[in-house]
């Protein structure tokens, strides 16, 4: 169902017609209270039609050479006069004219009485286009002129120049309003274009909103499964790797010997397998190869200490061959203590005591 709204013209005020089932059910006088879509009727005398051929491919350039054409047929300065466009199906389409002050009005007296047209249509419009002649009727309770390319209000003297005498073809009620019909449901011509077009109110999609909802939980809960099973496998990652490390450990440690920590046991056997300080093996490499490194000299003795402290029996040629091993121990990292050398035989014995740094 659809409501038609008549704007006031002259002496009378608003009036209306409902349509429903592609008739009209119902009609009155004043704004009605109704939830149905409203289209509003602009006057005649308010409107002026034009019709022209304009580009079709640019909705812009058809508005522009459309402005053009009205600013030729009208007194008024352009930026006063708002144009809109029509479509009919055919070459020429329809231009109307109209102030924009007048534009505003309408609307404002609309809005004021909680209206909100879904379209202003001029009410010759609402006529049929005749394939020839001119056509008149009486809609809403004006008396309306059409013919191919005009459209105005029916007044006598303005219709006989108009039409060159040629008398109009009155069209029945059913006539009217089979075109009234036609026109409510596809307007040729809608007034509210650029600067006065309607604003649309975009409605929350509820239904959508809570399939967005559910999909973002899902992608949540899938996000986090991933990170649960990622944790799990690193998890289960690390107690395979300190059950092998404890594996292993048991290997280097003392048969039946229970783990507990394998790290700090397997450093407490190093310890106990190398000795204290630098360890045996370390301490005595070193000796040898100091020892090499002087000729003349040879190890007589050899005492590890559970301190750590090596003892050695040294025997050398002469005395200073005893220093320079004192000092090729050294110069190898190791701190050195001389004991009494004396000479035996023709050659220096003696003590020397090495220690870790």
């Known amino acids: 169902m659809t409501t038609l709204l008549f704007l006031p013209a002259g002496d009378a005020g608003y009036r209306w017609w409902r349509i429903a089932d592609a008739r009209v059910m119902a009609e009155g006088e004043g704004v009605p209270e109704t939830d149905e879509p409203i289209v509003a009727v602009a006057p005649a005398d308010a409107v002026a039609l034009h019709w022209a051929e304009l580009p079709s491919r640019s909705p812009a350039q058809a508005t522009a050479a459309a402005r053009i054409l009205a600013a030729e047929a009208s ?19 329809p231009i109307a004219v109209v102030g924009n002050d007048t534009m505003m009005q309408w609307l404002a007296s609309l809005a ?42 029916d007044e006598a003297r303005l219709t006989e120049l108009v039409t060159g005498g040629e008398a109009p073809a ?55 499964a991933i990170d649960l099973v990622r944790i799990g496998k690193y998890s289960f990652a690390a107690d395979a790797l300190d059950a092998r490390a404890d594996a292993l450990a048991r290997t280097g440690l003392p048969r039946g010997e229970t783990v507990t920590d394998s790290d700090r046991q397997l450093d407490e056997r190093l310890s106990r397998v190398r000795g204290p300080g630098l360890g045996y093996s370390a301490t005595v490499a070193a000796v040898y ?10 190890l007589t003795a050899l005492d590890f200490q559970p301190t750590g402290d090596l003892r050695l029996g040294i025997a050398c040629e002469r005395e200073a061959l005893a220093t320079d091993l004192k000092r090729a121990m050294e110069a190898r990292g190791l701190s050195v203590r001389a004991g009494v050398f004396q000479s035996v035989g023709g050659r220096v014995t003696g003590e020397l005591t090495v220690t870790a740094p």
């Open 112 to 153: 004021a009485a909680g209206v909100d047209p879904v379209a202003v249509v001029p009410a010759p419009m609402l006529l049929p286009r005749p394939d020839h002649g001119f056509a008149r009727g009486e809609i809403g309770g004006q008396a309306l002129v059409r013919g191919r390319a005009t459209g105005f209000a």
């Open 75 to 93: 007194a008024a300065a352009a930026a006063d006069l708002h144009v809109a466009i029509g479509d009919e199906g055919d070459g020429e389409r």
């Open 170 to 224: 009155t069209l029945d009620r059913d006539a009217i309003e089979a075109a009234v019909v036609a026109a409510v449901d596809s307007p040729p011509l809608d007034l509210r274009q650029g600067p006065f077009a309607r604003r649309r109110r975009r409605a929350i999609d509820w239904a959508l909103v809570r399939r967005l909802a559910v999909l973002g939980l899902a992608i949540l809960a899938v996000t986090l």
């Open 289 to 298: 190869d100091a020892i090499r490194a002087v000729p003349g000299a040879e």
